[in-house]
């Protein structure tokens, strides 16, 4: 994986209202590895270990498109867990907008025989 790093202020046609706040800021940037599908197939073990060990995804291209991600199993499961959680929030959300909320009050009455 490359990593490098460019001062903000360097960039062309940037402006503090665009989001830039300090002319002194540094952007991280790190650029995904990406592999050819016939590469995964010819060096899979490698590509894999390599993936398990330094948790950097790998893009996988096919005819020059994007065509999957090759991920580590911890990442994978934890943005499954986040995403998880996100579509819970969204559905709390959505029940609030359409009105469909308890008083703490009546929310306690209604778990009570559950709380004993």
Same mark, same amino acid.
């Given at each position: 994986?490359?990593?490098?790093?460019?001062?903000?202020?360097?960039?062309?046609?940037?402006?503090?209202?665009?989001?830039?706040?300090?002319?002194?800021?540094? !952007?991280?940037?790190? +650029?995904?590895?990406?592999?050819? %599908?016939?590469?995964?197939?010819? $060096?899979?073990?490698?590509? &894999?270990?390599?993936?398990?060990?330094?948790?950097?995804?790998?893009?996988?291209?096919?005819?020059?498109?994007?065509?999957?991600?090759?991920?580590?199993?911890? !990442?994978?499961?934890? +943005?499954?867990?986040?995403?998880? %959680?996100?579509?819970?929030?969204? $559905?709390?959300?959505?029940? &609030?907008?359409?009105?469909?909320?308890?008083?703490?009050?009546?929310?306690?009455?209604?778990?009570?025989?559950?709380?004993?």
């Amino acid at each position: 994986m490359k990593t490098f790093f460019r001062c903000r202020s360097d960039l062309p046609g940037r402006h503090p209202k665009m989001g830039f706040t300090s002319s002194r800021s540094v !952007t991280k940037v790190s +650029l995904m590895k990406t592999e050819l %599908v016939t590469t995964l197939k010819r $060096r899979a073990t490698d590509i &894999i270990a390599a993936v398990a060990r330094d948790r950097n995804p790998v893009l996988i291209t096919q005819h020059g498109r994007p065509a999957a991600y090759v991920v580590d199993v911890e !990442t994978f499961e934890g +943005l499954n867990e986040k995403l998880a %959680v996100l579509e819970i929030i969204g $559905r709390g959300e959505r029940a &609030i907008e359409e009105g469909r909320v308890v008083s703490h009050h009546n929310a306690r009455k209604r778990l009570s025989r559950w709380l004993k």
